[in-house]
């Protein structure tokens, strides 16, 4: 019987996206626990901290979890020392992604640190806590020991059987917002006026994993740490299931985007048979993420005939030796192309990754970025992201110390003032031959006026076309119609100007 008194989890991004303490708290609630989830999007020292201590010491919980990625580090190591100093004794824990990676200087501020998946990491913390001992010896638990050196508690086997892990709502059950003034319920209108896209867009998980583990990515991590690179995927139903419940309590869910590392990693008959179960039962337009290699033909006509709109996919660069070496992709830039060209053949929205600013990459590679850019069938999303190499992974390991705590303070948005990123910033506004002129002139010369020229006009030419460009995508996005895309414009517009704000370096995250 789990004790009456109640847990408070916290999250704190700005745009209340994150998935894992959704399913850490529905796991409670399914157990039978008071659990509460506090959402802290405007922590900061002198913002929401009174309110948010003020409702912990009333609520007086049995502890309080909370969870973080790298560049939440600094909020999270505040509020902890905050709810320490007003609550000594209070067992705070920490998990998500990077306790996982760093559970050493995590456990330097938290009483333990939760190392990978937490559904029942945490129901073993509750049911010590609750029973009035400490868990210290809760598998997957790391804790600094009385002698102040770092206990790491074996790990337990990763979740075979996906299905059984509670899926959570759009707007979680017993779940509040800190604001400056006070903690509120998250009510519908509350909810929306602070998630990202105003909640049109339902965010799912429907696996664990990734087959690549490459060299900047948490899966480079967790790969090692789970001895395998083989995904799990939850059943169809189960995904649907968790779909039709949140569309049907939240009515404005336009979209349903899937978290899934590589969602096209499924066989064929398994896309075939959610495709036909989506369309029955949810029918919504839908994007996904995968690795190039794992896009056919066969399968995206079984998915764009349920609703499969867009489609997000990784280059991160141009140069064969970069992708093999530094970033140890298995994705040639050829596959990129090969793959946005079956996208651009049935009108499906791509959206290309790539990562500039590396200091392991040669001016020769960077251009050599602009020119694969250049090869990628047209109209495409370009997202650019400055290199965040974050703790533990082999890429941050490559570069050294120095880049340790790059992961926790820097804003991967805002990219290196530099011509090569100018050109990579306008070319998908270009054509292909105008972008591999360009690169040409900046060959022979970045100073001289033949590529000065070009490069201006080229960039005025590229301004011009930009709401052209943008328009298509998002055409296609919306399931290539018109009227449903202009009454989705005002959830995205607001996102997609702050992103390129950043990306020019005119406003910061
Ligand atoms: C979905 C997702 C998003 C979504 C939602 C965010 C979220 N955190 O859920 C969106 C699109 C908003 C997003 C954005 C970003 N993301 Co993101 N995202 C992911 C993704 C693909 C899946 C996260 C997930 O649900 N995993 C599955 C769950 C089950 O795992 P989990 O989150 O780790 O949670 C489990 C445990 O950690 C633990 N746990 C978690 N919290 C707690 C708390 C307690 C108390 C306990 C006990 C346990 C516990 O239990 C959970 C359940 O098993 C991951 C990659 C990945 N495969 O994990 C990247 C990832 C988390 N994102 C990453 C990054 C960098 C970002 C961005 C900062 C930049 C970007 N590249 O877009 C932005 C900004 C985020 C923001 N809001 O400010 C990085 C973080 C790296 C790091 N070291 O911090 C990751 C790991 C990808 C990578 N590059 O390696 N992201
Ligand atoms: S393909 Fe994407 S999700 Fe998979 S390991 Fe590489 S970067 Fe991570």
Not at 185 to 195: G, Q, Y
Not at 248 to 257: C, L, V
Not at 415 to 434: C, G, H, K, W, Y
């Amino acid at each position: 019987m789990p004790p009456a008194q109640p847990i408070i989890l916290i999250a704190l991004p700005p745009d209340l996206e994150n998935l894992g303490i959704k399913f850490i708290h529905y796991s409670l609630l399914r157990a039978g626990y008071d659990s509460s989830l506090m959402y802290a999007p405007h922590f900061t020292a002198d913002s929401s901290a009174d309110t948010i201590i003020d409702y912990i010491r009333r609520t007086a919980p049995l502890f309080v979890g909370i969870s973080l990625m790298s560049d939440e580090f600094a909020r999270a190591v505040h509020l902890t020392g905050l709810i320490r100093a007003a609550m000594p004794g209070l067992p705070i824990v920490w998990g998500g992604v990077h306790p996982t990676i760093a559970p050493e200087e995590c456990a330097e501020v938290a009483d333990y640190v939760c190392v990978g998946e937490g559904e029942a990491v945490v129901l073993d913390v509750a049911a010590r806590l609750g029973a009035g001992l400490r868990p210290d010896d809760v598998a997957n638990i790391a804790l600094k020991g009385a002698d102040g050196r770092l206990i790491v508690n074996p790990n337990r086997p990763i979740v075979a059987d996906l299905d059984e892990v509670p899926s959570y709502d759009h707007r979680p059950r017993a779940s509040v917002l800190a604001t400056a003034s006070a903690v509120v319920p998250l009510d519908r209108e509350t909810f929306r006026r602070n998630i990202r896209y105003k909640g049109r867009i339902y965010s799912v998980m429907g696996s664990r994993g990734c087959p690549y583990s490459c060299s900047y990515c948490c899966n480079n991590i967790l790969n090692k740490m789970n001895g395998s690179s083989k995904v799990r995927f939850r059943s169809p139903e189960n995904i649907i299931d968790e779909i039709v419940r949140s569309k049907t309590n939240e009515d404005y869910i336009n979209m349903i985007k899937f978290h899934d590392d590589c969602f096209l990693a499924r066989p064929l008959e398994t896309l075939q048979a959610f495709a036909a179960l989506y369309k029955e039962k949810v029918g919504l337009p839908f994007a996904i993420n995968s690795i190039p290699g794992y896009i056919t033909g066969p399968k995206l006509d079984a998915l764009k005939a349920a609703g499969l709109t867009a489609i997000n996919v990784g280059m991160q660069s141009g140069s064969e030796r970069v992708l093999k070496e530094v970033y140890r992709r298995k994705s040639p830039p050829e596959q990129v192309a090969r793959a946005i060209g079956l996208l651009a053949e049935r009108k499906i929205a791509a959206w290309v990754d790539i990562i500039v600013d590396n200091p392991l990459e040669s001016e020769d590679e960077k251009l050599a970025t602009v020119e694969a850019i250049a090869n990628i069938p047209r109209p495409f999303y370009l997202q650019m992201y400055s290199l965040t190499p974050y703790f533990g992974t082999d890429l941050q390991k490559m570069l050294g110390d120095a880049a340790a705590d790059t992961g926790k303070t820097k804003n991967y948005l805002q990219l290196e003032a530099d011509t090569i990123n100018s050109m990579v910033i306008i070319s998908p506004f270009l054509s292909r031959n105008q972008v591999l002129r360009l690169v040409a002139l900046y060959r022979q010369g970045r100073q001289e006026p033949a590529f000065r020229v070009a490069f201006v006009v080229m960039k005025a030419y590229a301004l011009a076309r930009i709401p052209f460009v943008f328009a298509n995508i998002f055409i296609r996005l919306n399931g290539n119609s018109l009227w449903t895309a202009a009454g989705a414009l005002s959830s995205f517009a607001g996102f997609a100007l702050r992103r390129w704000g950043q990306n020019l370096g005119f406003s910061r995250a």
